[in-house]
Each structure stands twice: as structure tokens, then as C-alpha cells.
């Protein structure tokens, strides 16, 4: 079943656009906007998926919560984080071993767009600042994405941190039924980068 997204639609993408420059010199209140936006998104995705399970899924998480001077390479997968859990990508990592999910971390968005056209996820799950989540809304609106806003950086995309609750609940969700499916179910993980697909072990 095709995800009905308005994004999809000219006229709601102009007014939204619209909305954020009215609201834009009023301080917090375009973020609002935003988190509001994604609510209402998060809620028709989930009702989506209601009809239709999610069998791969693209975790998408942004380069700022990686910390920094940390030298692992965390494209090519998180287990070293396991060992140190010394920013969010540790976090991150625990939640995916729980749920068996690989996941992997690379650093251009327009690249991940790419990768969801050309994969084709049936859902996006995400964190990243509320420009970038209208630009995914935006690049991919064919593909159910649930995200939501960072929760905080020490400065712009320098040690982000995630909502892990709101992540581990959404990742709990699109992967329980994966137990009574007839085949393995591929999980794609990245954060920009052009990354193989993995199964699920």
C-alpha cells in the first residue's frame, strides 16, 4: 500500500515553507512548527504501518551525536561503541543489539535520500535538527520516515543528543512482528553514506 504523504503535494510544501519564514523571527517558534509537523507525520506513519508491516527499515542517525575526536569508524558498523559508550552512538548501539538490528553511520544526508529512493525502506526511523527533517519530508516523501528533533548539541552539529526512549520505542515497534515472518527481514542503518543493505542475523 502507497504511503499517502502531503508532502507529495506542491502546495503543502510551499505552505509549509511559507509558515517557517513567518515564524522564523519569533524565536523558538519555528521549531515548534517543526515538532508539531512531526508529530502529525510520526501519527500517519504508524497508522501506515498498521496495514502494512515494516520489513526493511533505514535507521538514519546524523553525524553530531558521534563524539568528537572519536576515531572508530562507525560506518562500517557500532560494535566498538558497545565497548565504550561514551557518547549517544553507544546508546544507539545497545538499542539495536537488543531489537538485532545492524546498524551503521555515515555523514552526508543527500546521499541517505538517495539510498532510500534506490532501497526503497518501507520506514524511515531518524533523529536529526528540524532543517533537516523538512529537508528528508521533503527528498523522500514516498517513504514512511518517523522522526523526531535532537534533543540538544553543545553547539551547531557538534555532540548531539538523542531522544533514546522515542527511538528504542519506534525501533520496538516496526521490528516486533519480525518473529513470525517467513523470511529474513533487512534492516539498512546509515546516516548519509551509500552502505550495503544487511540481514538480520
Given at each position: 500500500m502507497s504511503f499517502a504523504s502531503p508532502w507529495r503535494r506542491s502546495w503543502y ?172 527481514v533487512p534492516v539498512i542503518a546509515t546516516s548519509g553514506g551509500a552502505l550495503p ?5
Amino acid at each position: 500500500m502507497s504511503f499517502a504523504s502531503p508532502w507529495r503535494r506542491s502546495w503543502y510544501v510551499r505552505l509549509v515553507a511559507v509558515a517557517r519564514r513567518l515564524l522564523r523571527p519569533f524565536g523558538k517558534a519555528e521549531q515548534h512548527l517543526i515538532a508539531w509537523l512531526a508529530r502529525r507525520q510520526n501519527r500517519r506513519v504508524a497508522h501506515h504501518l498498521e496495514g502494512s508491516p515494516a520489513r526493511r527499515i533505514l535507521l538514519i542517525m546524523p553525524r553530531c551525536v558521534k563524539k568528537t575526536g572519536c576515531k572508530v569508524d562507525v560506518q562500517r558498523g557500532l560494535d566498538e561503541c558497545l565497548t565504550c559508550l561514551g557518547c549517544p552512538l553507544g546508546d544507539v548501539a545497545l538499542i539495536c543489539e537488543r531489537h538485532h538490528v545492524q546498524a551503521l553511520v555515515a555523514f552526508r544526508s543527500h546521499i541517505a535520500f538517495e539510498m532510500a529512493r534506490t532501497q526503497k525502506p518501507d520506514v524511515i526511523i531518524a533523529s536529526a535538527c528540524h532543517d533537516r527533517m523538512v529537508k528528508a519530508w521533503r527528498s523522500v516523501p514516498e517513504v514512511p520516515a518517523l522522526l523526531t528533533p535532537l534533543a540538544g548539541m553543545e553547539r551547531m552539529c557538534v555532540n548531539a543528543t538523542l531522544d533514546l526512549p522515542w527511538l528504542e520505542k519506534q525501533v520496538a515497534s516496526v521490528t516486533s512482528g519480525r518473529a513470525t515472518t517467513p523470511e529474513p527481514v533487512p534492516v539498512i542503518a546509515t546516516s548519509g553514506g551509500a552502505l550495503p543493505t544487511v540481514e538480520c542475523p
